[in-house]
């Protein structure tokens, strides 16, 4: 898919903007002139939320009462044009057509996003990075949600009758049943966890040797209670061994401490964790290639190219990464925002705008 053209009017500190894009686009500017505003203006039509977290009326630009956008693009195969306006509620419309929520608008416009708040998926525990692999697993496996809605409530029923046992003995009859639906369900999201990272493997492995110039390379290992293997029977034994056989130490705990709940993916640059030794270049160059990866393999799945929305991407690369992002990844539109004039410098092909108090140059 392609963006062809946005328009802005009231949106965050934009006041009016419209603008035609290219395959690379390049936002550049000081601090606070709107180029992170941008980014997340193209991203609300992908039908999610912010990834700011901001309340509809936070797009309104302060004193106004009204905001409109609108976005002319080219999916699955015609020209289509959408539109989002916020008044006192929200109304969305697709091709002329009135849609029930933004999220209507996710079937036609998909996008991957770099921010800063990524980084945490090395930085921080495994929570990040089962969000990370949850969430793309969500956008291509049309059950997986309902299989992580399962999952979690069986694991809540399970977690309160651990609250108010006193032995193992005294609640193992029950525990019998929670044990076999959990080893059921989660083993269906390890089987699709582990899945994904060996559909995604080949292409992070590709774009991380392009990012780094050859230099090094990038693994990702499933690590969960067990060493599973990919036949979803086999994993559903071995989990349920491993719940069954920390039973005594759950009634202790009051909660469940084995499970596709607590499992984590470990990223590793040429043989070692990226979040121990990794440097802050290593980092952002890994979590930046897992985002494209992504994109590559939802392209693989959907036959459509995702939108790639870099935000602030660029700083701490050195100049053969930046070089690397901006003049050779293929067939993704990509948008990217940074400070920095060198870099703008370093594009090839595409489009630059400069961004000063809302208004684009
Ligand atoms: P940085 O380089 O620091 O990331 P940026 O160019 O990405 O800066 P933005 O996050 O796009 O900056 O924000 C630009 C400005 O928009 C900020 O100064 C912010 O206060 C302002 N802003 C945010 N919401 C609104 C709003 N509803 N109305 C008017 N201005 C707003
Ligand atoms: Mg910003």
Redesign the pocket.
């Known amino acids: 898919m392609k963006i062809n053209s946005i328009t802005l009017e009231?949106?965050?500190?934009?006041k009016e903007l419209s603008v035609d894009f290219d395959d690379v686009n390049i936002?550049w500017?000081?601090?606070?002139?709107?180029?992170?505003?941008?980014?997340?203006a193209i991203y609300l039509f992908s039908g999610a939320k912010s990834f700011?977290g901001?309340k509809d009326k936070?797009?309104?630009?302060?004193?106004?009462d009204y905001?409109k956008m609108k976005l002319d693009f080219f999916a699955n195969g015609r020209e289509q044009t959408a539109e989002i306006s916020i008044k006192d509620r929200k109304t969305v419309t697709l091709n002329g057509i009135k849609k029930r929520s933004s999220t209507e608008l996710g079937d036609e416009i998909k996008t991957i996003i770099f921010s800063p708040d990524h980084l945490n998926m090395i930085k921080e525990g495994p929570n990040e990075r089962r969000k990370f692999i949850d969430g793309a697993l969500c956008q291509i496996k049309s059950n997986y949600r309902t299989l992580l809605k399962n999952y979690s409530r069986t694991l809540v029923q399970r977690n309160s009758l651990l609250r108010n046992a006193e032995s193992v003995d005294e609640v193992a009859p029950m525990l019998e049943v929670w044990d076999v639906n959990l080893a059921n369900l989660g083993a269906k999201i390890i089987y699709q966890r582990i899945m994904y990272l060996k559909a995604i493997k080949p292409y992070l492995k590709s774009i991380f040797e392009g990012i780094s110039g050859g230099k090094e390379d990038i693994e990702l290992v499933y690590i969960g209670a067990d060493t599973y293997t990919d036949d979803v029977n086999d994993i559903e034994q071995r989990l349920y061994n491993k719940i069954k056989s920390h039973r005594k130490i759950d009634v202790l705990n009051h909660t469940t401490t084995k499970g596709p709940h607590r499992d984590d993916i470990e990223i590793m640059i040429n043989g070692r964790s990226v979040k121990s030794f990794g440097s802050q270049g290593q980092q952002r160059s890994s979590v930046l290639a897992l985002k494209l990866a992504e994109a590559s393999l939802l392209r693989e799945m959907t036959g459509e190219n995702p939108i790639a929305l870099l935000?602030?991407v660029m700083s701490e690369l050195d100049e053969k990464r930046q070089d690397y992002i901006l003049n050779h990844i293929k067939d993704l539109q990509i948008f990217i925002?940074c400070?920095d004039k060198e870099t703008v410098l370093r594009l090839k092909k595409g489009k630059t705008f400069h961004?000063a108090n809302?208004a684009l140059s």
Do not use: H
């Open positions: 009231n949106y965050r500190n934009i936002i500017g000081e601090n606070a002139q709107g180029k992170t505003n941008l980014l997340e700011r901001a936070e797009l309104v630009k302060f004193d106004c905001a935000d602030d925002t400070c961004i809302g």
